[in-house]
């Protein structure tokens, strides 16, 4: 008798494989899975068993009411967001508060201005707002003039800032803090200052465009490891930078010729010209690593520079880009992060001194561990305590990253605090000159306000007192 | 614009009360104490539990020291009972004994001051029209950003044929108090009366309308709504969660002046009101009246 | 019209004339005295009833000692109950009305203390105590029953005599919610005192020590805690409405429920606490709305129905 399979079929499965029975395939003693693999049948429709309970039967069905969305036409792409992140900084419906001052370049150095409130003139404000350390979220608008409450600790930056700049050395700094604490207004502070003494200001008003995949990237030639440039924020920060430090940029010349350059640059041209040597985003990454070459060159007398980024975290991480292996490029690769954390890690510093600062975010702000841990070592070393009672690494924890950690490894770290009593007051007597605020501005009403910001949180200062339903 | 829509009601309800009216009891003359306190006693007892009542025995003229208000001794008069208790081995300042460390906030205090009650009335009201769902609390914020778009925007270019209330500042003031403003918006275009249908009653089936006034809260209810209904046909500029408070404060400006559609509906609710208060008086509405 | 019967009775009960104290009727209650109301079986068992348990056997008549003393044969004899307000139709609440009336007589000229001073005490209501005698006692009659208890109430109590006393206990409830007193709160050694609070699902512990201003929920700051400014001026609205908020420092644990129901919880914990420390201002922080206790809950689920409320879509079969 001949076997079932022939020889020339052992090869394959037998076809009694593929018809294993649902009971083959569980184990004998058990029926659940049996039961459960058994294939569902359609249910047929079967209108003498109709269940009676409420989830069955016929259903009273509601009609909504329709909304004409019909009139007026829908914008215009790109106006949703022009209008989202416009950024209004008067309101002609404000009182003009009479004893209000504008910021000189002296102010924010001076102790006898903490706890006072200053206007930002017209001419700082435009330079401000091209570098855009104006954001949609703080409420500018209320007043009549931009205006800033002049804190202890902006007094201390300031000078810090006054200081290394003197020596010519760089000011290496983070500033961290709760939320809505004045942070990104910190660092707004530190520029206003830097602008009214004629410093250089490079600002990167969010990190999180860097890395969020958002603008367009290509890689450096000859660059180990390799870098990437992103062309298109080069020329948006050039535009950016070009508008704010122009009056700057005009007086100094370059010490070096740019051949890499397509552009004719010899020396001795106004800095302004070869910053305007970018017309396109093509071009743009190679002036402004020209830019960059310019003011770091130890050989040229420079003003101090000021680089300064809102939203550390985000580049403490991986990027959302990729590589051409379909990797994730590490933050630190992308050309603009690489020149930033030189300066914060110290590595390259300013000849004629400056700053370079940093400032956390507490809101959209992804988690970096090491980041975290490094800002807290620093704090504690600061605050004196010895290398056995820094803060620990979790020994299970498998996110820290190295890079970052060498990054952050001799920054000074500046903790943003809640207003006091005195400067809650202060601020509050600006709010209520301006007609914003309603209420007689006494001790109760300070000392309600600052224990309501969850003790002078100035954020939650604006909400509780601004942002709100009773004005009394 | 009819003078008064209601006659016929308020006429009914004067009728009704002139029937009712309380008579007056005249105080009884002096009688037994027993008696007197009787009585006096009757009174409270439905609460079946002893009544701080001036028991008989004793003077009414002579009050308890505990039912003098603190806050009008002077501060001799403090000083001095301070000094007494210290004459009396009490220590003046020991809290048990007066009861308070920083003062006494005088009574009754502000009704603002009631957790309950803590934002103005048309505030709250408008706020809880614009809930959804029951979420209150973006209903709040919603409501706070609309007094924020109102403080911001440009002062108001009022509209001599759609006057606002009397009560309404000069519109330089409206965007320092935001409440105002809602509340001057609100109170200009609320109506004065709504249209009652009574089914089938004018015959061949048609309703018969009347004009029926409305109180205070009905205005400012029907107004909001008419206002939310305007604002929910707009399209928003931007995006954002900002974007349906900022299309209702526009619809407030508008109102303000004068450019708003729910002018128009106001307009058309008196006009109809005007021309069926006749049926007021209609045979078939005594029976109801 | 009844009421005057009544009193007519009661006035004929009560000063019954000397004329009506015949020989015959005095010895004919002498000789009935066995024939008793029985108060206790009365009472429990909520009917009138003649017992008989006090009724003795009759000695066995010595014939030759009534011989000797010359008393008269008792041929007849009709049974007369103790209290004369036997015949009245409401006979023990006569009884004890009288007897509180001959109090009044007797006491009233006592000092009394002002009524704002006597210690509060729920008296029975009427159909508790309507039920208790077992008579159909008309509430006017309650209610001037009572008028005199509580003017024998107001007697000063080192003079109140002890009849009174005993008096005045058959008219109170059994259960007095007034001497459940809650405890006052302490003032530890720090100077903090702990007040607790509940609302919705929420419940809260807020310790209250002088201070500047700062409070802690749960190791955060309020603006930290809780991200409504709603939430926060409720949290608290104690310190805010008596214009104290730069006085004290708040500590508090919270746990359960939402955002609300903590800030509420919060509020009158923080309220509590403040009452500890400053106990007049209650009358303040009850205008503020920060002394009662909410009470409401979420309404439990019903079955047969969607949520609490919401019934099924009818549907015709």
Redesign the interface.
């Known amino acids: 008798m001949s076997a079932p399979n022939c020889l020339r079929c052992l090869g394959r499965r037998p076809s009694t494989a593929t018809t294993v029975t649902a009971a083959g395939r569980c184990a004998p003693f058990s029926t659940t899975a049996v039961n459960g693999n058994v294939p569902m049948r359609a249910k047929t429709p079967n209108p003498m068993a109709k269940e009676?309970g409420?989830?069955?039967?016929?259903?009273?069905t509601i009609k909504k009411k329709k909304?004409?969305?019909n009139?007026?036409?829908?914008?215009a792409p790109g106006?949703?967001?022009?209008?989202?992140k416009k950024i209004?900084l008067s309101?002609?419906?404000a009182?003009p508060v009479p004893w209000l001052k504008n910021m000189n370049a002296e102010h924010l150095a001076s102790p006898q201005s903490a706890g006072k409130v200053l206007s930002l003139p017209s001419e700082l404000q435009d330079q401000l707002r091209a570098s855009e350390a104006f954001q949609p979220s703080q409420n500018w608008?209320?007043f009549r003039k931009p205006s800033t409450l002049v804190r202890t600790e902006t007094v201390d930056l300031v000078t810090r800032m006054q200081d290394s700049a003197s020596e010519k050395k760089t000011l290496r700094l983070v500033v961290t803090g709760?939320?809505?604490v004045g942070k990104s207004t910190m660092l707004l502070q530190a520029m206003a200052h830097a602008y009214l003494n004629g410093w250089i200001v490079i600002h990167i008003p969010d990190a999180q465009e860097l890395v969020n995949a958002s603008t367009e990237y290509g890689r450096i030639p000859e660059t180990e490891p390799t870098q990437y440039m992103q062309p298109a924020y080069a020329l948006k920060l050039l535009q950016a930078i070009k508008k704010a430090n122009e009056k700057v940029l005009a007086k100094i010349n370059t010490v070096s010729s740019h051949p890499e350059l397509p552009q004719n640059i010899p020396v001795n041209t106004p800095l302004l010209t070869l910053v305007n040597a970018a017309k396109e985003a093509e071009g743009a990454w190679p002036v402004f690593h020209a830019l960059w070459s310019e003011l770091t060159n130890p050989n040229a007398n420079r003003p101090p520079v000021l680089f300064s980024l809102d939203g550390l975290s985000h580049i403490m991480k991986m990027s959302e880009y990729r590589s051409p292996s379909f990797e994730l490029i590490h933050a630190h690769d992308l050309a603009f992060v690489r020149l930033f954390n030189d300066v914060l890690s110290g590595n390259l510093k300013f000849p004629n001194g400056g700053a370079v600062l940093a400032s956390t975010s507490r809101s959209n702000a992804p988690r970096s561990p090491s980041m975290e841990i490094s800002l807290a070592q620093r704090k504690a070393e600061q605050a004196g305590a010895a290398p056995e009672e820094l803060p620990k690494k979790e020994p299970y924890f498998k996110g820290y990253d190295d890079r970052v950690e060498a990054v952050l490894k001799s920054v000074e770290v500046m903790e943003v605090k809640g207003l006091t009593k005195p400067e809650a007051r202060s601020i509050m007597e600006y709010w209520a000159a301006s007609?914003?605020l309603?209420a007689a501005v006494d001790?109760?009403t300070v000392?309600?306000k600052?224990?309501?910001?969850?003790?002078g949180?100035l954020g939650?200062l604006e909400?509780?007192s601004?942002?709100?339903?009773?004005?009394? | 614009m009819p003078p008064r829509l209601n006659i016929l009601s308020s006429a009914c309800k004067a009728l009704a009360r002139g029937v009712t009216r309380p008579v007056t009891v005249a105080a009884a003359p002096h009688q037994q104490q027993q008696n007197a306190f009787l009585m006096a006693a009757a009174r409270r007892f439905s609460d079946n539990t002893t009544s701080p009542t001036t028991p008989p025995g004793q003077d009414d003229s002579v009050l308890h020291p505990s039912m003098f208000p603190q806050n009008q001794q002077s501060d001799h008069q403090i000083a001095l009972s301070k000094l007494e208790m210290v004459a009396y081995g009490l220590n003046p300042f020991d809290v048990s004994v007066d009861g308070h460390k920083f003062g006494l906030p005088e009574l009754p205090i502000p009704s603002e001051m009631h957790k309950s009650y803590r934002y103005d009335a048309v505030v709250n009201l408008m706020t809880k029209l614009l809930m959804k769902d029951g979420k209150l609390a973006k209903a709040q914020r919603d409501m706070t950003l609309i007094l924020a778009y109102l403080r911001k925007a440009s002062t108001p270019k009022l509209n001599p044929a759609r006057p606002l209330v009397g009560y309404a500042p000069a519109p330089e003031f409206l965007p320092l108090d935001p409440v105002m403003y809602l509340r001057v918006a609100i109170d200009s275009v609320a109506p004065l009366i709504k249209i009652r249908h009574f089914k089938g009653m004018a015959g061949g089936g048609r309703a018969l309308e009347v004009p029926a006034p409305l109180a205070e809260r009905q205005r400012r209810r029907t107004a909001f709504g008419w206002i939310l209904d305007a604002a929910a046909k707009k399209k928003s500029k931007g995006s954002g969660r900002t974007m349906f408070p900022h299309r209702v404060a526009e619809e407030i400006v508008a109102v303000v002046e004068g450019k708003s559609s729910v002018w128009d509906k106001r307009f058309e609710v008196h006009k109809r009101g005007t021309a069926v208060r006749a049926n007021l008086n209609d045979f078939r509405l005594k029976t109801l009246m | 019209m009844a009421s005057t019967t009544r009193h007519g009775l009661t006035s004929a009960l009560r000063g019954v004339p000397k004329t009506l104290y015949t020989r015959q009727t005095q010895s004919l209650q002498q000789q009935f005295q066995s024939l008793r109301l029985s108060e206790s079986a009365a009472v429990t068992n909520g009917c009138r009833c003649l017992t008989t348990e006090a009724i003795k056997a009759a000695p066995e008549v010595d014939l030759e000692a009534l011989k000797t003393r010359k008393v008269h044969e008792v041929r007849h004899a009709r049974a007369i109950p103790a209290s004369p307000g036997y015949f009245s139709r409401v006979a023990k609440f006569n009884d004890t009305y009288i007897a509180l009336e001959k109090l009044l007589a007797q006491y009233g000229n006592l000092p009394t203390i002002p009524a704002t001073e006597v210690e509060r005490v729920q008296w029975r209501t009427y159909s508790d105590f309507a039920t208790g005698v077992g008579e159909k006692i008309r509430l006017i009659d309650y209610k001037r029953c009572l008028a005199i208890v509580k003017r024998l109430n107001q007697i000063h109590p080192k003079l109140k005599p002890a009849v009174v006393k005993t008096a005045l206990e058959s008219f109170k409830r059994e259960i007095q919610a007034y001497k459940n007193v809650p405890k006052p709160i302490p003032i530890d050694k720090f100077g903090r005192a702990l007040g607790v609070g509940k609302r919705k699902s929420s419940s809260a512990r807020a310790f209250l020590v002088e201070g500047n201003g700062e409070v802690l929920v749960n190791g955060k700051t309020l603006a930290e805690y809780f991200g409504r400014v709603h939430d926060r001026e409720s949290a608290i609205w104690a310190l805010h409405a008596t214009g104290r908020a730069d006085k004290y420092n708040v500590w508090a644990r919270v746990d359960g429920g939402g955002t609300t129901g903590q800030a509420e919880a919060l509020t009158l914990a923080i309220s509590k606490a403040l009452m500890a420390h400053e106990p007049a201002l209650k009358p303040a922080l009850r205008r503020a709305g920060c002394v009662t206790r909410d009470p409401r809950r979420v309404e439990r689920k019903k079955h047969g129905h969607l949520k609490a409320r919401k019934s099924p879509t009818w549907v015709k079969r």
């Open positions: 009676i409420f989830r069955s039967g016929a259903r009273l909304v004409n969305h009139e007026g036409k829908a914008p106006e949703r967001k022009a209008y989202r209004v309101n002609d419906n009182l608008g209320f709760s939320k809505l007609g914003m309603r001790e109760r000392s309600e600052w224990t309501l910001a969850g003790n949180v939650e909400r509780a601004l942002l709100t339903m009773k004005y009394f």
